[in-house]
């Protein structure tokens, strides 16, 4: 017992975190706006660090089960984790963009900021680096498809129909989400792994393998620590809005930090991949986290919405839809050949330091 709570140290911090921002909430709301800035960003740390461990325990259930299965779970550990923070956040009256603004934020980090960064520095560690360019390919087209379908149309929808598309874009969400499980786990399974050349491994002593994996104990901790992240939102949202009103900051501000908290431990497992010339890996963990964004976190919220029967804005802007289309026909041209480098991934990290530019400017 004691070297799990050990191990799970920055849990455990995340629960004492959460037990004393309750009984102190109306102290932290009321003490001033720079103390609820404070307090918010404090928590925000305490919500990364427990996502943290929940992404570790996604990580070894992944490395148990191996791919797609893996890299299927990091990514859904990742979207739980944004869409308990979106559905918290969501109910206590937050701005009717946020769900709209925190998806594309997340298909900017992961596509851009996360496959550009991996592709950068595993470029120059390692020059071309090769994976299966079915799997990109079908990423890519299901991107486009459920992003123009429930964020681009709905632009051109009267209000008066809002329900009736909104109920449509669920189905066609849970369509798509269906075929696409089919595919990674059936008969297309190949699409999304590749073989990598055999390395010559120094052969570790018997005595020093590690102990096998306890997936109950694995799955409990990743459950616990989304509910102690929901917890710690709860707070949290209250004191960040409290915290950014007035001061000028862009509403998307909000939303990019949502999509940072779920994506964190996924950029430090890309760069590992990267790194280690695991490029299959990165790309599952990008475009995957991307898409698995899109077609559960829609559904989800549109479902929230149809119950309470307050309608989100979810058609992008302008500006945001010209990002994502350049952004997926620049991953469609470099994610065409079987093999990234260091010049394809920089394309992918302009385009990132483009978006926190617009993002910062307002637009």
Request: hydrophobic share 55%.
């Amino acid at each position: 017992m004691l070297t799990i709570l050990k191990q799970e140290s920055f849990l455990l911090l995340a629960v004492i975190a959460a037990c004393i921002a309750y009984p102190l909430e109306h102290w932290m709301l009321h003490s001033g706006q720079v103390v609820a800035l404070i307090c918010g960003l404090v928590l925000i740390a305490f919500i990364v660090a427990a996502s943290m461990r929940v992404a570790h325990h996604a990580e070894l259930l992944a490395e148990k089960v191996g791919d797609p299965y893996g890299t299927m779970i990091l990514t859904l550990a990742a979207v739980l984790v944004e869409v308990v923070i979106l559905a918290i956040m969501m109910s206590n009256e937050a701005s009717p963009t946020l769900v709209r603004d925190t998806i594309y934020s997340a298909v900017m980090l992961d596509i851009n900021g996360i496959l550009g960064l991996a592709a950068l520095m595993g470029g120059i560690k390692h020059g071309e680096q090769s994976y299966n360019d079915d799997s990109a390919r079908s990423y890519s087209v299901m991107i486009l498809t459920a992003m123009g379908v429930s964020m681009v149309v709905p632009e051109f929808i009267p209000e008066a129909n809002w329900k009736i598309y909104s109920a449509f874009t669920i189905g066609a969400m849970v369509v798509l989400y269906a075929l696409f499980l089919r595919m990674q786990v059936g008969p297309h399974s190949y699409f999304f792994s590749y073989s990598y050349p055999d390395k010559r491994r120094r052969k570790e002593p018997l005595e020093q393998e590690p102990k096998p994996l306890s997936l109950g104990l694995s799955i409990g901790i990743l459950v616990f620590g989304v509910v102690v992240i929901g917890a710690l939102a709860e707070v949290m949202s209250k004191t960040l809005d409290l915290g950014l009103e007035g001061t000028g900051a862009p509403p998307v501000i909000t939303a990019i930090l949502v999509a940072a908290i779920s994506a964190a431990p996924e950029i430090l497992t890309a760069l590992r991949a990267a790194l280690a010339n695991r490029m299959q890996s990165v790309v599952n963990i990008a475009m995957g986290a991307s898409l698995s964004t899109v077609i559960l976190t829609v559904p989800v919220m549109e479902a929230m919405a149809l119950y309470t029967g307050q309608p989100f804005q979810m058609a992008m802007t302008p500006v945001q839809t010209v990002m994502i289309f350049i952004t997926l026909i620049v991953s469609a041209i470099n994610l065409n050949d079987g093999e990234t480098n260091a010049i394809e991934g920089m394309t992918h990290f302009v385009l990132f330091a483009t978006f926190i530019m617009l993002s910062l400017l307002g637009l």
